[in-house]
């Protein structure tokens, strides 16, 4: 979301004529001057015992890393072969194989 002002912050400190007229900040758009609003937060020890329990879970993770990988023809032919057998993509064999692998380390 980018800011909307109405006059531009650079040209009120470039006109400035003095130092003590130039503006330190940027003056707020009327769409941020919005009153804050209140959480509605537990306040006592049985209102936070009523609250459903949230397991903890462990984080999921969303980054993946790009790896090139050099095969014979032959040996990607097998995987290939073997993914749609599993109804897998050739990736998600490979991951599945290399994850199965690692676990025994």
């Known amino acids: 979301m980018s800011k909307k002002f109405d006059i531009n912050p650079a040209e009120l400190w470039l006109n400035a004529e003095t130092a003590a007229e130039r503006p ?5 758009p009327e769409e941020a001057k919005i009153p804050a609003q209140t959480v509605n937060a537990p306040e006592t020890a049985a209102e936070r015992a009523q609250e459903p329990f949230k397991p903890h879970r462990e984080p999921k993770e ?3 890393r790009r790896v090139q990988l050099v095969l014979r023809p032959s040996l990607y032919e097998r995987l ?3 993914a ?9 064999y490979i991951h599945q194989l290399l994850e199965s692998a690692l676990k025994g380390e």
């Not at 749609?84 to 998600?92: G, I, T, Y």
């Open 80 to 82: 290939k072969e073997e």
């Open 62 to 64: 969303n980054k993946t």
């Open 24 to 28: 330190t900040e940027a003056p707020e």
């Open 84 to 92: 749609a057998a599993a109804d897998l993509s050739v990736n998600d």
